[in-house]
């Protein structure tokens, strides 16, 4: 999990609400005024597994950033199956950033928590300075190209490549490389192997075959621990970078 910063509210002590460290840079740009407003703008949503935070079609006039539990893109096909088409995990940020409509309805496979801020007033504080927007632009094409490198996720042709590069993601949000890395997957395992595409059964194998390979120790049937990051990141192959 990534960390998270404090941002100070408008009389420059205490703080307004806990933020991802990512926005740190672009709140920095601003001027003591625009931080001021910027701090204002944002609130605590708390979704439970289920929950649908926007539904397909739908213009989310919000803007959030993900700050614990996991998010599907679904999208729901003509004859009504549901497919997850991709995942959202901290520190992502979700909702258009085009402000258009969204092409795939946001569940909640876990219980999550996301900070969000209305879009327009957002982007009024951001338009008042070229550094912050630049930032921002950066953040935006980040979060393209985490989005590009799930979908190669799905590229991987075994099995257990495709459950390493979802963990090597996991394990890339903790800083440094202190071993083991506590991994909990909050979601339903049909979930995880509808979104991987492949079996319950496939992806049971996966994981104890990565354990037989000494890469993990699972602790339950949601928790382990990576033993040996290099090893996640070697089978992972190029699906995945170590940095991003």
Avoid at 26 to 53: C, E, H, Y
Avoid at 119 to 146: G, N, V
Avoid at 233 to 243: L, M, P, Q, Y
Wanted: hydrophobic share 45%.
């Amino acid at each position: 999990m990534r960390k998270t910063q404090r941002f100070p509210d408008s009389r420059g002590t205490g703080s307004r609400g806990e933020f991802p460290e990512r926005l740190q840079r672009v709140f920095d740009a601003l001027s003591p005024g625009q931080r001021s407003a910027l701090a204002k703008l944002w609130k605590t949503r708390a979704l439970k597994a289920g929950d649908i935070l926007w539904r397909e079609g739908e213009s989310s006039e919000d803007l959030g950033f993900l700050r614990d539990g996991v998010l599907a893109l679904v999208k729901t096909l003509r004859d009504g199956q549901r497919h997850i088409v991709g995942l959202r995990v901290p520190p992502a940020m979700v909702g258009d950033a085009s402000g258009g409509e969204e092409a795939f309805a946001v569940e909640a496979l876990s219980d999550a928590t996301l900070v969000t801020c209305n879009r327009a007033a957002f982007e009024e504080i951001l338009s008042r300075s070229a550094e912050a927007s630049d930032l921002f632009m950066q953040i935006t094409l980040d979060d393209i190209e985490a989005a590009r490198e799930w979908n190669l996720v799905l590229s991987a042709p075994k099995a257990a490549q495709r459950v390493a590069a979802f963990l090597a993601i996991l394990c890339r949000s903790e800083t440094g490389d202190a071993v083991p890395i506590r991994l909990a997957i909050t979601i339903r395992r049909k979930d995880l192997a509808q979104y991987l595409g492949m079996r319950q059964e496939s992806l049971s194998r996966a994981f104890h075959d990565l354990e037989a390979r000494g890469i993990i120790r699972l602790r339950s049937p949601s928790e382990f621990d990576v033993i040996d990051r290099a090893g996640v990141f070697g089978i992972a192959g190029d699906v995945v970078t170590r940095d991003l």
